[in-house]
């Protein structure tokens, strides 16, 4: 079965610091990899997703994300966050065998951005 | 493009009442999941819709069930609700057809309160 592991539930930082969110995910099978965002009172937006090819993904916002096969993860950065970037997000992994739709997700990081 | 339409976006229900939410998908898109999310448990699969069949199911009672309709629209029913229901059900489209490539567009989501 497949799992995922956000390793910190809550990051505050303050604002222009460079950020990491760190994801490890597991499972016996090749998976697809997601980072979402979720504002208050809002859905989920996808940052960014690896499918295949180069490891480092680089999504909406500024921000980016890298798979390590060898380590299991897809921790995401940004180089320096702003205000706005106050939210929460999930790393998230799909089996390629999948039918479609089924997202596994971690519990979330909740990004606290200060002035 | 409109996005993804939920309704409700907030209801209050008693113990042992039935609940119907409703999601319109973006146009063109075939695919429409179902999470929900609670702080607790975080964000979990409910079930999956392509071309009105089921193709992938969570772990979830029998009390949750679904349907989507021949315009991709779709249902979800929770029946004798328990307090352990409340959460945010939030639906998600996708134009994909196989394995989980492609990206989950969410709409903002349906609060329930089951008191």
Not at chain 1, 18 to 25: A, D, G, S, W
Not at chain 1, 37 to 64: A, C, D, W
Request: hydrophobic share 30%.
């Amino acid at each position: 079965a497949q799992s995922v592991t956000q390793l910190d539930s809550q990051v505050p930082v303050f604002e222009e610091a460079p950020v990491e969110l760190r994801c490890n995910y597991s499972s016996s099978v090749s998976v697809y990899l997601f980072w979402y965002v979720q504002y208050p009172n809002q859905g989920l937006q996808l940052l960014l997703k690896y499918l295949s090819g180069s490891t480092l993904v680089k999504g909406i916002n500024g921000f980016e994300a890298e798979f390590n096969k060898s380590q299991t993860s897809f921790h995401l950065r940004k180089p320096s966050v702003h205000i706005s970037d106050t939210a929460e997000y999930f790393c998230a992994v799909s089996d390629l065998g999948d039918q479609g739709g089924k997202l596994i997700f971690g519990q979330g990081t909740e990004l606290s951005v200060k002035p | 493009k409109a996005g993804v339409t939920q309704t409700p976006r907030y209801l209050i229900k008693t113990r042992g009442q039935q609940v119907t939410l409703s999601c319109s998908p973006i146009s063109g898109h075939r695919s429409v999941s179902w999470y929900q999310q609670t702080p607790g448990q975080g964000l979990q699969f409910l079930f999956e819709y392509f071309s009105e069949t089921q193709r992938n199911k969570g772990n979830f009672p029998g009390r949750f069930s679904g349907r989507q309709f021949s315009n991709s629209r779709s249902e979800m029913n929770v029946s004798t609700l328990e307090l352990g229901d409340s959460a945010l059900y939030l639906c998600a489209s996708s134009d994909h057809r196989g394995p989980g490539t492609g990206e989950l567009f969410f709409g903002e989501g349906s609060r329930l309160t089951v008191l």
